[in-house]
Structures are given as structure tokens and as C-alpha cells.
T-cell receptor, first 116, second 114 residues
């Protein structure tokens, strides 16, 4: 059974703290993604990665960074957490999209982060 | 670039009534289309997808969606909803080549009322 796991379901941090959100997939997927989900705004892409040590900015990368040292693990880092980063964070993984073939994007259960 | 518009943010419906969740997309290139569902306190899971072939695609739990290229739509329908269908539904598109990320709509919250 395919699986994407996230290190925490709920997290509470203080403003200014450095926060690490970890995501691990066991499907040997090349692509990994970080989204944040907010009411009325849907899912917004923060960063994605097509391969180890590669990263691409999504729609809202400001205030975030990522790390992908191993194929199965993709970390999201909030260098100095702020209250406007309180949100649900979702990790996903997939195989590459090739012409005529598209694999499903699999999601983790999410981490609800509250920054006080 | 691709974009997705889900025309209704909330849809309340009585149990056993039919429902349609609307999705329109914009793209200058060919795309694949998806519907994802998020049940309360869970991550997203794939409901159904259109890649090619028959424009009508079905899920295992009775939902269906029809790809309409001329209207750039991919509306989701179910003839008779259950309480357990209460969830948020996301429409998404992706270019059919080039390995670019999914683009999601803002979601439609379906509330089924007993």
C-alpha cells in the first residue's frame, strides 16, 4: 500500500522559531511537493522537487525553504516562523508526468501548524 | 499557465439527492484532469481522473465526471449522495507533458444533510 507520511499531525510553535516539517514516501517517487491549505484559498504550492538535491519554487515560496538530501525525504523549513504561517501543510509525491502517462499524486495526512 | 475555477465554494444537498460540482479550467496546452476528495481531518485522495479516451470517467463510489473540451469543463456528478460523501472536493489540472505540478482549484465543500 502506497504511503506518504508526515512527521507530525499537529504542531504548535512560537513566533521566530525555526520549524522543520518532514515528509517521507515509500514509493520511490521522483517528484515531491509541499502545499499549504487555507480556508477559501485551496491548495497553494510552496516548493517542489523533481530529484534529489533539486528544488523549484512554487507559487508562495517566501518565508520557506526546502531540503531533499534523499529521494524518499522532502523537508520544509520555516526559517523564522510567523503567525501568518499558521496553516495546514500537505506533502505529496508522484512519478514524473510523461506524454500520454500521468501518475496519481499521493498525499500525506497533513500537519496542522499553529504559530503563536 | 493553467488555472482552475471551481464555481461553488459550498454546496449543501439533502441525502439521496443528485449533486453537481462544477469545474472549469484554462490552458493553452493539452491537460490531464483530476478530482481529489478530502474527508474531515485527512489528506487528499484521488477520486477520478481523465487522461485520454472516453470523456466520461467514473469512480468506485458512484461519482462521475465528463471532460468537455469545447467548454473547458470537468464537472463532477453523483445521482444520489450519501452522508458519507460530506467532504471537500478539489479539481486539478496538469500539463500532459513536461513534468509540471498539479494546479488546484480552491475547493468545493459538499455538505450532505440527512
Amino acid at each position: 500500500d502506497v504511503k506518504v507520511t508526515q512527521s507530525s499531525r499537529y504542531l504548535v510553535k512560537r513566533t521566530g522559531e525555526k520549524v522543520f516539517l518532514e515528509c517521507v514516501q515509500d514509493m520511490d517517487h521522483e517528484n515531491m511537493f509541499w502545499y499549504r491549505q487555507d480556508p477559501g484559498l485551496g491548495l497553494r504550492l510552496i516548493y517542489f522537487s523533481y530529484d534529489v538535491k533539486m528544488k523549484e519554487k512554487g507559487d508562495i515560496p517566501e518565508g520557506y525553504s526546502v531540503s531533499r538530501e534523499k529521494k524518499e525525504r522532502f523537508s520544509l523549513i520555516l526559517e523564522s516562523a510567523s503567525t501568518n504561517q499558521t496553516s495546514m501543510y500537505l506533502c505529496a509525491s508522484s512519478r514524473p508526468v510523461l506524454a500520454g502517462v500521468s501518475d496519481t499524486q499521493y498525499f500525506g495526512p497533513g500537519t496542522r501548524l499553529t504559530v503563536l | 499557465a493553467q488555472s482552475v475555477t471551481q464555481l461553488d465554494s459550498q454546496v449543501p444537498v439533502f441525502e439521496e439527492a443528485p449533486v453537481e460540482l462544477r469545474c472549469n479550467y484554462s490552458s493553452s496546452v493539452s491537460v490531464y484532469l483530476f478530482w481529489y476528495v478530502q474527508y474531515p481531518n485527512q489528506g487528499l485522495q484521488l477520486l477520478l481522473k481523465y487522461l485520454s479516451g472516453s470523456t466520461l470517467v467514473e469512480s468506485i463510489n458512484g461519482f462521475e465526471a465528463e471532460f468537455n473540451k469545447s467548454q473547458t469543463s470537468f464537472h463532477l456528478r453523483k445521482p444520489s449522495v450519501h452522508i458519507s460523501d460530506t467532504a471537500e472536493y478539489f479539481c486539478a489540472v496538469i500539463r500532459n507533458s513536461g513534468n509540471t505540478p498539479l494546479v488546484f482549484g480552491k475547493g468545493t465543500r459538499l455538505s450532505v444533510i440527512a
